[in-house]
């Protein structure tokens, strides 16, 4: 076995999973450690765990988002078998199946996600994790508000991030925050998803849309269709978007504010990743109309 799968071989085995014969590496996480363990007399479960914990609720946070998901949303979401501090075990999901199909599924399944679930409020009982990085989720009445503070201007203090912007890169992005209320229509939280990527998208045992890897909060519902659509969804997914603008009366310009939603996405992937998969650019991009430019004299 590989040294990971072997740290999460051991893992399961102090954790009291005594029928665990063998982990194989999986792929597709970014943070954490992930594999399939293998048990003698039992079907398979998957497992993570960081080498290095941020925290001791990470992985009751993700169990959680779970539930919510789940029990409120009425989406598919794997069993959670154990969460506690070490590591998370959880069912094994299917791949996700290459049809136009399953994203109309998706998209149904969303809309319900989004629109069942509306809430006064924008935040979260509790602070969650985003990768290895802690979600504040501290609860605002005002959505532009609590999406600038929250989801924007936090991650300016990351070394990282401080690395890659430059001074007028960060006051462009003060002053985006500052016009929020005229970028973005005025919308209602609902509960997110909060890591949507193309990758967190798997089948259930009977081949239905399955969601994992959450970082819920109560958001708007955009913060999810903009991280399917800025992460290089596959071209069967074309129908996903379609069908999830008419179920949910999207207005036609959705898709010109889908740069400044993600913008909390690119800025957390910058904050955490060494290689940033062009996160960089895509701020800068995103912040350019935003920059100062020098008065004509």
Not at 25 to 54: H, Y
Not at 177 to 193: K, N, Q, V, Y
């Amino acid at each position: 076995m590989t040294r990971s799968a072997t740290f999460l071989l051991e893992c399961l085995l102090r954790a009291g999973m005594r029928d665990v014969v063998a982990v194989e590496p999986a792929e597709g996480g970014l943070a954490a450690l992930a594999g399939i363990a293998v048990r003698r007399d039992a079907p398979p479960v998957f497992v993570k765990a960081f080498a290095d914990p941020p925290a001791d609720d990470v992985f009751a946070a993700e169990a959680e988002g779970l539930a919510a998901l789940r029990e409120l949303g009425g989406v598919a979401t794997p069993e959670v078998i154990l969460a506690d501090r070490e590591l998370l075990v959880l069912s094994v999901l299917r791949p996700r199946p290459r049809s136009e199909t399953f994203w109309e599924q998706f998209a149904h399944a969303l809309a319900r996600l989004h629109t069942s679930t509306t809430h006064p409020r924008f935040g979260w009982h509790r602070d969650n994790w985003l990768g290895r990085r802690r979600q504040i989720n501290t609860w605002d009445d005002d959505g532009f508000a609590f999406f600038a503070q929250h989801r924007l201007l936090r991650w300016l203090g990351q070394p990282r991030v401080e690395a890659a912007l430059d001074p007028g890169d960060r006051a462009a992005l003060e002053r985006l925050c500052h016009r929020l209320p005229d970028l973005l229509p005025d919308r209602p939280a609902c509960l997110t998803h909060g890591d949507l990527w193309a990758q967190n998208v798997l089948a259930d045992p009977d081949g239905q849309p399955a969601l994992i890897d959450p970082a819920v909060s109560y958001m708007w519902a955009e913060v999810d269709l903009a991280h399917v659509w800025s992460t290089s969804p596959p071209p069967e997914a074309q129908r996903f978007f379609e069908v999830y603008a008419e179920l949910t009366a999207l207005d036609d310009g959705w898709r010109s504010r889908m740069p400044i939603v993600q913008l909390r996405q690119h800025l957390a992937v910058l904050a955490q990743f060494d290689d940033d998969w062009g996160a960089a650019d895509q701020v800068r991009a995103a912040l350019a109309p935003f920059r100062t430019r020098p008065s004509a004299k």
